[in-house]
């Protein structure tokens, strides 16, 4: 007898998703972090500083602007402290609190929650969104979904544009918009370069996508932090858990637990798990099951927190919040935040001790050394200069370290806000008085209306 075949997929179909709206004390905190990352976003690149933009990444000129410091591309430094602060700051808040990033922070999240509000604005809650879905279509229905993805790709378009205006400059950025729709008829605006067009509907399309279309499977495919989270927790992460104990058995009337399975921890996650079935990698921590539930009990007059944030060690040895709150401050904690606090203090002394001054020094490779009059040595370099400063500088060259060292050309360069200079620089000495070969000498670089910022940069002078 032939067996019958069974053709199985290894890809799950998407199930749609229809998030509940839920209020409490935790979606209050999501909405704040949304407002202020947004504000943060969106305001910034139009703050003026100094005649220019406040912040301002301008990779075509190799300079970063951030407020009142400039840094260049020898200031790379700093990115990987930066690179490092986040990364260790990721462990931390992982290891005492779990996916709080995740939950509350996250662009992936932020921009999710944004257009899941003006879904629910357009076409209404849960109930009232899955009616729709599951109506035949209609004028009604496609102008209203034609109105909630107009609304969309206009938020995303801003979302990328504003994206742009931190590379190159913002206001610039909108005349050439404006430009491009003729709003600004007359002005003498450039048009709007291919790479700027490019990036501004590329980080829209991604947003648009990402936040409209794709939502919980960038966290539970794409996202690679859902994966390795489990390696960050331990017995003592506070993580979203279901107090089993008194929940259980579920269900309405006498001998049964406190949950009613009414389901609404379900219905307001927006990745779609049910928390009662334990911790899974889905979970991104925003605690809209908390809300959720806790609204639920207060109907019902019952105690909040079923569903709380708590440890497995909590759970299982019945620990007070105190208590639990104590075994927060464990050695792996206590290691995370020495190591986080001595990076951060470190840089924030290097930014405060940092010389605005940089000097590179490259030997001319035409010629090692010459013959000059007078029986002299001659070796020729090159002297970049920068000058970090938003204020035109004077500086001053000498050379020492070798016997009898001349300084041949102009000890002094004049170098314009945040700009650098290339500086030949002629260095000779009497070849009687050095032996054959390469000798250390400093270049020494100093401001003249300010003496304390002065650089020096080792160098090799060849008598041949």
């Given amino acids: 007898m032939k067996a019958d075949v069974v053709e199985q997929s290894l890809y799950e179909v998407r199930k749609a998703i229809y998030p509940r709206a839920v209020r409490g004390w935790f979606a209050a905190w999501r909405w ?34 951030i407020f009142g410091l400039v840094f260049w591309p020898q200031d790379i430094i700093y990115l990987t402290v930066l690179l490092i602060i986040s990364a260790l700051s990721l462990f931390l808040f992982t290891t005492v609190a779990g996916r709080l990033w995740c939950g509350y922070a996250c662009p992936q999240t932020v921009y999710t929650e944004i257009f899941m509000w003006i879904e629910r604005k357009v076409e209404g809650d849960r109930n009232a969104r899955m009616k729709l879905d599951g109506s035949a279509f209609s004028l009604k229905k496609f102008a209203i979904k034609a109105e909630k993805h107009a609304i969309w790709i206009a938020l995303a378009l801003w979302t990328g544009f504003t994206f742009v205006g931190y590379v190159t400059p913002i206001r610039e950025l909108w005349g050439e918009v404006t430009a491009l729709f003729g709003l600004n008829a007359g002005a003498p605006v450039p048009a709007l370069g291919p790479w700027e067009t490019f990036w501004i509907l590329f980080y829209g399309f991604a947003t648009y996508g990402n936040a409209g279309w794709m939502r919980e499977q960038v966290c539970t495919y794409m996202c690679p932090y859902a994966r390795f989270q489990s390696a960050m927790f331990d017995k003592d992460t506070m993580i979203i858990t279901y107090d089993r104990l008194r929940g259980e058995p579920r269900g309405k009337g006498d001998g049964k637990g406190d949950c ?59 620990l007070t919040r105190a208590q639990m709150f104590r075994r927060a401050l464990r050695p792996r904690v206590l290691v995370y935040c020495a190591i986080l606090a001595t990076v951060v203090g470190a840089a924030a002394l290097g930014l405060w001790l940092r010389v605005p001054l940089k000097v590179d020094v490259i030997r001319d490779r035409a010629a090692i050394a010459r013959e000059a009059e007078g029986g002299l040595v001659e070796n020729i370099y090159r002297l970049q200069v920068m000058n970090p400063t938003e204020n035109p500088r004077e500086f001053e060259i000498s050379v020492a370290g070798a016997a009898a060292l001349q300084l041949v050309t102009e000890p002094r360069v004049a170098i314009g806000a945040t700009d650098s200079r290339m500086v030949p620089v002629r260095v000779r000495a009497d070849a009687a008085l050095l032996a054959p070969g390469p000798h250390k000498i400093r270049f020494r670089v100093r401001a003249i209306d300010d003496p304390a910022v002065s650089v020096e940069e080792k160098s090799v002078f060849i008598v041949r």
């Fill in 32 to 65: 704040l972090l949304v407002w202020g990352t947004q504000l943060v976003f969106y305001g910034v690149a139009w703050l003026p500083w100094n005649g220019r933009q406040a912040v301002l990444f301008d990779i075509v000129h190799r300079k970063f602007y």
């Fill in 260 to 318: 009613v399975d009414c389901s609404i921890c379900v219905q307001v996650c927006p990745t779609g798990i049910d928390i009662r079935n334990g911790l899974q990698y889905q979970c991104i921590g925003c605690a809209a099951c908390i809300d959720g539930c806790d609204q639920v009990m207060a109907k019902l007059d019952r105690p909040k927190g079923l569903i709380r944030y708590s440890t497995t060690h909590a759970l299982e040895q019945k």
